[in-house]
């Protein structure tokens, strides 16, 4: 069955420390792949996205990811979070160009002022 | 703010009572979408709505009833429920067409069943 594994659950961080979530997927086809954001009672937002193109994408917020085929991963990265980067990140997939959204189980950010 | 709105935020439901969230979008997308998400849990998709058509059902209990009324409303009918229901039902939207399309979410609406 296709799948989305974030391995890390919980991270904290201190301000000023590099990011970097992991995201790996289960499926051989075509993908579009989606990283979104949850901040603390608001709704789901997206970050970046990646279905085509050059493999490193850049999002808002100074967000990046790299969509690295042959290891089914789409990590995302940030090179000096902020306390408002305090959040909980999902990984997205959509195998085959489909509209079935396949979200990761979510990794809960804590950054430390 | 979000364009897909969702009424209401919050719903407390007996087991025996028949109640419906809402769903509205004014982006012009021709899918809209219906995701549980429980606590400390990732969304999960129940149906999908391409061109006020159900394409996908997820193997969905009948309990819980689409509807697609037109381009911009999505509705999700509720009768009969369990405690286990108890959610965060999220509505979203997305244009139909090439893939890499966003899907945009609602605020969700916060069901408990009693």
């Known amino acids: 069955a296709q799948s989305v594994s974030q391995h890390n659950h919980h991270v904290i961080l201190s301000e000023a420390a590099s990011l970097e979530l992991g995201c790996n997927y289960s499926y051989g086809g075509t993908v579009n792949l989606f990283w979104y954001v949850q901040y603390p009672g608001q709704h789901l937002q997206l970050l970046l996205k990646y279905f085509s193109g050059d493999p490193l994408v850049k999002g808002i917020k100074g967000f990046e990811a790299e969509f690295i085929k042959s290891k089914f991963s789409f990590n995302l990265r940030k090179p000096s979070v902020q306390w408002s980067d305090t959040a909980e990140y999902f990984c997205a997939v959509t195998p085959g160009g489909t509209y079935k959204y396949i979200f990761g189980t979510g990794t809960r950010l804590k950054v430390l002022a | 703010d979000t364009e897909v709105t969702q009424t209401p935020k919050h719903l407390v439901m007996g087991m025996t009572n028949k109640k419906s969230l809402k769903c509205e979008q004014h982006m012009g997308h021709r899918a809209m979408y219906w995701y549980k998400q429980k606590a400390k849990k990732p969304p999960e998709l129940m149906f999908v709505y391409s061109y006020e058509k159900l394409s996908i059902n997820e193997s969905v209990p009948s309990r819980f009833s689409p509807e697609c009324p037109n381009s911009s409303l999505l509705n999700l009918h509720l009768h009969a429920l369990q405690p286990e229901d108890s959610a965060l039902y999220l509505c979203?939207?997305?244009?139909?067409?090439?893939?890499?399309?966003?899907?945009?979410f609602g605020e969700g609406s916060w069901l408990t069943v009693v």
């Open positions: 979203a939207s997305s244009p139909v067409g090439p893939p890499g399309n966003t899907i945009y």
